[in-house]
């Protein structure tokens, strides 16, 4: 017998192909073959996709630790599982920018009640506090038009600095992969909050943060075995790194901004 999918020569008695691994079919296409293949491979949950989230929520370590040893076939990529998050999300906070705005607001309106309340000074001026209120607004809409570009370019920043603070015995490719997997699932993550804070209470996507930030330390924490103390100072680690390169990033933006004005005026 011919297998269909790569004309290598099988037994009559095989279930699959040894050369490419398709399942040998041997009936005809019915429609009940059809309803089958939909609710096995769509919605079943042994699905690759589902069985990629449902093993990122209870065994991060298994699906990490077998996609970087090379048990890949069962799982969804990781570029793959990235694109759809991200693709979900897009489509989500687009769909409900205002929304979305409100709620950056709202949050940005609480913070500004706090510093003026708590710190006083300057904080304590209207006109501060309304020109914090523009800024953040003109952030948000710059961040949900160039989401997926932000999105993209953050991917190997995070990963290197996971690198930096996880080190081995993963290198920076490994560490990248990782890191896809992780913001791939917080892509769906914050998608849910979200969904979930504009039909009930805002200030359940504020928390949706804290939430990323739990299951970051618990993704990298199962795949090294670190105890909830070793995770917890890994990942401050982590964002003293983050916030660092931010800052610098910013210094420079702001240098190259000031030059960009100083050379054109000329």
């Keep these: 017998m011919i297998c269909k999918n790569c004309q290598t020569s099988i037994s009559e008695a095989s279930k699959f192909c040894d050369s490419c691994g398709a399942k040998v079919i041997t009936e005809r296409l019915s429609v009940k073959n059809l309803w089958s293949d939909v609710t096995q491979n769509v919605f079943g949950w042994d699905n690759k996709f589902f069985l990629t989230i449902r093993k990122l929520i209870t065994a991060p370590q298994e699906i990490l630790g077998d996609y970087l040893d090379g048990i890949r076939k069962k799982y969804t990529n990781p570029i793959t599982f990235f694109a759809i998050g991200m693709a979900i999300s897009i489509f989500i906070f687009n769909t409900f920018d205002e929304e979305y705005l409100k709620i950056s607001l709202d949050a940005a309106k609480v913070q500004n009640e706090w510093m003026a309340e708590n710190i006083g000074g300057q904080y304590k001026s209207v006109e501060l506090q309304k020109e914090s209120l523009e800024l953040n607004e003109k952030i948000q809409k710059g961040f949900l038009k160039f989401f997926n570009i932000i999105s993209l370019l953050l991917l190997p ?62 993704a990298y924490g199962k795949l090294y075995k670190l105890s909830i103390g070793q995770s917890i100072i890994k990942f401050i680690f982590f964002l003293a790194i983050l916030f660092v390169v931010i800052i610098a990033l910013g210094i420079m933006g702001f240098a190259i901004g000031i030059g960009y004005a100083y050379f054109s005026s000329k």
Excluded: D, W
Aim: aromatic letters at 30%; a positive charge; glycine letters at 2%.
């Design 157 to 218: 920043l995070y990963a290197f600095i996971a690198f930096l603070v996880y080190r081995k015995p993963y290198n920076y490719a490994e560490h990248l992969t990782v890191t896809t997997y992780i913001q791939g699932f917080s892509f769906f993550l914050s998608s849910i909050f979200f969904l979930v804070a504009i039909n009930t209470s805002p200030f359940l996507y504020s928390i949706s943060l804290l939430c990323l930030m739990f299951f970051y330390c618990y």
